[in-house]
């Protein structure tokens, strides 16, 4: 029997955490960077708009991960280890840059 007759289907369950495993660890360390300096409290909130000029920053190619869902898939990441987060982006009547707020549930009383 060769490989390819070996490979299954992919789970439901599997699909986001095979996309948190491809998630660039450029992209989590600069969440991390931007997130600690604007944390105060139990909550941090990280532009959409400075992570993407953090990572331009650092020559990083950002048209790779915005076709993606990435934002979704980094806000995964982050659930699964322990933050409570939230992704807000502009409604038609709302004009603001979208973000990701990130709240620490053991300081959120």
């Known amino acids: 029997m060769s490989e390819q007759e070996h490979v299954s289907p992919i789970r439901p369950e599997q699909t986001t955490e095979l996309k948190i495993k491809n998630l660039p ?3 989590i360390e600069a969440t991390n960077t931007i997130l600690v300096n604007n944390l105060s409290g139990a909550y941090g909130q990280v532009s959409i708009k400075e992570l993407t000029d953090l990572l331009k920053s650092i020559d990083f190619d950002v048209s790779s991960i915005k076709d993606k869902q990435w934002v979704f898939t980094l806000a995964s990441k982050f659930i699964a280890e322990g ?3 939230d992704v807000e982006y502009p409604s038609m009547d709302d004009n603001f840059d979208p973000y990701i707020r990130f709240t620490d549930p053991s300081k959120d009383r």
């Open 25 to 27: 660890y450029e992209v």
């Open 83 to 85: 933050w409570k987060v």
